[in-house]
T-cell receptor
Framework: QKEVEQDPGPLSVPEGAIVSLNCTYS??????FMWYRQYSRKGPELLMY????GNKEDGRFTAQVDKSSKYISLFIRDSQPSDSATYLC??????????FGTGTSLTVIP | KAGVTQTPRYLIKTRGQQVTLSCSPI?????VSWYQQTPGQGLQFLFE???????NKGNFPGRFSGRQFSNSRSEMNVSTLELGDSALYLC????????????FGQGTRLTVV
């Protein structure tokens, strides 16, 4: 079983839609959770960083962590064509390496 | 604030050759991690260096090695290149590693022919 599972998609939504991206994990020691956005042929860009359970909002982006279910989500409100990219979740325990999901490909159609 | 710089951006090498990739982290960051990214496998962890010491290592053969210098710059070396080593190699820097935010460079795209 992989440490982190992420539905690869692809996901296609109309402009303005709310997008929900999700990851599940198996290691209960994970405490630090990140979401990255990666455009084609570019390095991943850090979008959100959260610690432990709860919600964090930044503009149109909201990250949720449910440690009891080992489930994290990224919501994108009012999605834009510029949001079209691959979204990667990542997580770690104290002092350990980051574990990444395989990424979800998102296309926002104008 | 300068980001993570990886050089070179593109490389073409022949099977059997060796290659060295460089990563300059964000100033003040002491942890550098390396990843291999391929379409089929996603991001695969190679190793992490912290204060010149390898702290974590992924499941890659010994042909993949790295080091970190006192200024936190890191290099990754791949010897005896194989066709399957063709990938985007990414490095990420963070202040302390595991629990701190990690920032990626643009990557080095290696093509082995």
């Amino acid at each position: 079983q992989k440490e982190v599972e992420q539905d690869p998609g692809p996901l296609s939504v109309p402009e303005g839609a709310i997008v929900s991206l999700n990851c599940t994990y198996s290691n209960s020691a994970f405490q630090y959770f990140m979401w990255y956005r990666q455009y084609s042929r570019k390095g991943p860009e850090l979008l959100m960083y959260t610690y432990s359970s709860g919600n964090k909002e930044d503009g149109r982006f909201t990250a949720q962590v449910d440690k009891s279910s080992k489930y994290i989500s990224l919501f994108i409100r009012d999605s834009q064509p510029s949001d079209s990219a691959t979204y990667l979740c990542a997580m770690s325990a104290m002092g350990n390496q980051f574990y990444f999901g395989t990424g979800t490909s998102l296309t926002v159609i104008p | 604030k300068a980001g993570v710089t990886q050089t070179p951006r593109y490389l073409i090498k022949t099977r059997g050759q060796q290659v060295t990739l460089s990563c300059s982290p964000i100033s003040g960051h002491r942890s550098v991690s390396w990843y291999q990214q391929t379409p089929g496998q996603g991001l695969q962890f190679l190793f992490e260096y912290f204060s010149e010491t390898q702290r974590n290592k992924g499941n890659f053969p010994g042909r993949f090695s790295g080091r970190q210098f006192s200024n936190s710059r890191s290099e990754m070396n791949v010897s005896t290149l194989e066709l399957g080593d063709s990938a985007l190699y990414l490095c990420a820097s963070s202040i302390q590693g595991g629990y701190t935010e990690a920032f990626f460079g643009q990557g080095t795209r290696l093509t082995v022919v």
